[in-house]
């Protein structure tokens, strides 16, 4: 599997535990339809999970004037999981993580998405690595 269609897949995942609180396993069978999952999609779900309130902790100081609950489902859920592969994916570089989950928003957000989850990951990505 492609590393884009790991992330489109976790993301969908990542969604449904947002809003269904079903256990992780069961989203990711969900969302590959019988299809073989592999070990980078299964990270970036079970990754995003286990490490939410650091990453909620990370993103939080660059919301201006808005808070997390706030945010739309799916903007929120691109930032955690892209928070999550800058602060915890070592061998992806910052730039590529945040290129995909504008990329991601783009698909999945609305027309205000990618500039609004493009603003967060960059200074996201400056408090990481400061």
Not at 26 to 49: P, Q, S, W
Not at 53 to 77: S, Y
Not at 84 to 103: K, L, T
């Amino acid at each position: 599997m492609k590393r884009r269609t790991a992330r489109e897949k976790a993301l969908q995942a990542l969604f449904q535990v947002d809003l269904s609180d079903i256990p992780p396993n069961e989203a990711i069978e969900h969302v590959l339809d019988g299809k073989e999952g592999d070990e980078f999609l299964n990270r970036l779900v079970h990754g995003t999970i286990e490490h939410l309130q650091t990453i909620d902790e990370l993103i939080k100081p660059h919301l201006m004037k808005w808070k997390l609950e706030r945010l739309a489902n799916v903007d929120r859920t691109i930032l955690r999981m892209a928070t999550f592969e800058m602060r915890f994916e070592e061998s992806i570089p910052h730039d590529v993580s945040i290129n995909e989950a504008i990329e991601l928003a783009k698909t999945f957000g609305d027309e205000k998405s990618s500039r609004f989850v493009n603003g967060v990951l960059s200074n996201v990505k400056n408090s990481i690595t400061e």
